[in-house]
């Protein structure tokens, strides 16, 4: 009793934690997709988005025959749709809107709209919804702790590996957002538990136990198609292990019963898309409106292997699972000890984590758009596993994997904040990260000192210098932006492009985008900045789109206009779309209290679409005085 208590005390610390640190809002096109699927479900009582596909910003759609549907899976909005409801019913009964009070007049219709371009927004419907990935991915930590049971015997190495999986990884970030991993990472943690479960257990399995199982399986691809590659594995275990899984009672019930509860949810997913495009087979993403790659197989995986392979591992800009947790780089020593005990379980987590990383090393866009690797969020769960195992009264052991935990949760850390400061936490800082960051490598110190009995003090010595290196960095690279004054801001709605433009030749613009007149032609726009005082830092952040042959990008900086230097140039050499993020340095180019900055787009009229083929979709200048 005490011990059910215990859990459920910790599952709602942990899930009001996970809810409380997260941006409280609908942060971009992705969760803004499942929301409008579930919106429009409900409200319009059909799946066609309507008017609330203004939530996918006309990004995470798929479109057939004039109607935009979700590319999302319905899996994440199935689940969730009991919270939507008790949401619903609130704001009924209290009389409060249930949309989100975002109000912006377009250039089209002078009366106002509900828009959704400027993420994050959100209501009290959405608040609701957040409490979904929260409890989910408190679940992750629990069936974690449970796995973690089952393979090892040291409770004090098991309760710091499920730790360390619940603030030192990608769970924590994504059990705050309306994302479908947290969900999909569930479904494949409960699958796994059970099936090591009637493996390793003697007694005679439970039936209901299968159904569970099938259901689980088949659920797992409602919410993600690509779950599939986590089932083949799990599935070769299972047929190893037949007999002890089985059992020797009722295998044929058993099997059947597992069958028919894999196919409910796989026969849902199969008439969710017949409603959809009359093809049962014919996925949302094969109808994608914005990604024409991510129609085909071949499209979607038509990445770089190498370079998708090791920015899944060791990328720093994209946040690589050793990247962000280093932690895991002690999981390659745990391994030998899960061999230990059994091969075919070392044989298992292997590969649930190193499938998953090579087929989505051959993907389009690996890295999902953002700065992680939350398509191998289910994956990067199994490689937190053999932490579970590691020796830790060792104690220079357990002094390095403390070390490793305190720069994993402090990554992780940082990459939730800057999702947060998106929603309501805008009056987050950085400030005082600094300061926790130093108060962890003084305990870390201390701890290392009291703890190693040999008195050889190279180890702690060794954490407070690497401390120091990884506190300076980070103020050089992350806090250095906290005193940023944007004194330009456009993404062509708010009517600053007119107001700021020095010169403009052949440049046309809609409502979120500026490009050249006429293909063949090119366009040009100067701005012009001056200042009181000379800034220490100038910077230049501006997002590009170019998507067809011979067509170019130039960026020119300088204070003189008769002698600007080039920043930036990119000429297409073939017709496959590209999305640029493009930052630049500007201080060294500063010579007086001026500075022009000089956009130029080509589009080649042999090649092109239309004219915007070679477009601005945003612009921002800061200074650090």
Not at 197 to 209: A, C, Q, T, V
Not at 357 to 370: K, P, R
Not at 446 to 461: G, H, R, T, V
């Amino acid at each position: 009793m005490k011990k059910n208590l215990g859990l459920l005390i910790i599952f709602f610390l942990l899930s009001l934690f996970y809810y409380v640190t997260g941006p409280g809002a609908i942060v971009g096109s992705n969760d803004g997709s499942h929301y409008a699927l579930l919106r429009s479900a409900f409200e319009n009582k059909k799946f066609e988005l309507g008017k609330y596909i203004s939530y996918t910003n006309y990004v995470s759609v798929s479109a057939y025959k004039n109607k935009f549907y979700s590319d999302r899976s319905p899996g994440l909005a199935l689940v969730s749709s009991p919270l939507y409801l008790l949401g619903k019913s609130i704001t009924g009964f209290l009389k409060l809107a249930d949309d989100p009070q975002r109000f912006e007049t377009t250039n089209i219709n002078t009366s106002k709209e509900l828009l959704y371009r400027e993420f994050p927004v959100t209501s009290i419907l959405i608040l609701f919804l957040l409490i979904s990935p929260a409890i989910t991915g408190t679940l992750n930590v629990i069936f974690f702790w449970k796995i973690s049971r089952l393979i090892g015997q040291n409770n004090f190495a098991i309760n710091l590996a499920t730790l360390t999986f619940a603030i030192g990884s990608l769970n924590w970030k994504y059990s705050t957002l309306y994302f479908s991993h947290s969900l999909s990472t569930l479904l494949i943690l409960s699958l796994v538990y059970h099936v090591l479960s009637l493996s390793l257990k003697k007694s005679e399995p439970k039936w209901w136990i299968f159904i569970i199982i099938g259901v689980t399986a088949g659920f797992s691809i409602l919410t993600e198609y690509l779950n599939v590659i986590y089932l083949l594995p799990i599935f070769v275990y299972c047929l190893y292990n037949f007999s002890k899984i089985v059992g020797t009672k009722l295998k044929l019930t058993k099997i059947v019963l597992t069958i028919i509860a894999f196919l409910i949810p796989v026969t849902t997913l199969l008439l969710y898309q017949w409603l959809l495009f009359e093809n049962p087979f014919s996925t949302t993403y094969s109808h994608h409106y914005f990604y024409t790659w991510a129609r085909t197989w071949q499209g979607f995986f038509s990445g770089n292997f190498k370079s998708g392979f090791i920015g899944q591992l060791f990328s720093q800009q994209r946040n690589g699972v050793f990247f962000l947790s280093p932690v895991l780089l002690l999981s390659l020593l745990g391994l030998f000890y899960v061999k230990r005990k059994s091969p075919q379980i070392t044989i298992l987590l292997c590969s649930l984590f190193i499938l998953p990383v090579i087929l989505f090393s051959f993907a389009y866009d690996w890295n999902g758009g953002g700065f992680d690797t939350r398509y191998i969020l289910a994956a990067i769960s199994f490689l937190f596993l053999p932490l579970s195992v590691l020796p830790l009264k060792n104690k220079t052991l357990l002094t390095i994997f403390l070390l490793l935990l305190i720069i994993s949760i402090f990554n992780s850390l940082k990459l939730v904040l800057k999702t947060s400061l998106l929603g309501f936490g805008q009056d987050l800082n950085f400030y005082h990260l600094p300061y926790i960051f130093l108060a962890f490598s003084i305990i870390l110190f201390f701890f290392s000192i009291f703890a190693i009995s040999n008195k050889k003090f190279f180890i702690p010595f060794l954490a407070v210098i690497l401390s120091i290196v990884l506190l300076r960095y980070d103020i050089l690279n992350d806090w250095k932006v906290l005193p940023w004054k944007i004194i330009y801001k456009d993404n062509f709605n708010n009517g600053q492009f007119e107001k700021k433009a020095k010169i403009r030749k052949n440049i046309i613009r809609d409502d979120t985008v500026i490009f050249p007149i006429n293909s063949g032609q090119t366009g040009h726009f100067i701005l012009e900045f001056k200042f009181k005082k000379k800034p220490k830092f100038l910077i230049l952040i501006s997002n590009y789109t170019i998507g067809s042959k011979n067509s170019q990008i130039k960026v020119e900086a300088g204070t003189n206009l008769k002698k600007l230097k080039p920043v930036y140039f990119i000429k297409l050499a073939d017709n496959k779309e590209r999305s640029i993020k493009f930052f630049y340095d500007l201080t060294k180019l500063i010579v007086n209290k001026k500075i022009y900055i000089r956009q130029e787009f080509f589009v080649d009229n042999n090649f092109a679409v239309s004219p915007a083929d070679s477009r601005l979709e945003k612009i921002v200048v800061v200074s650090i005085n």
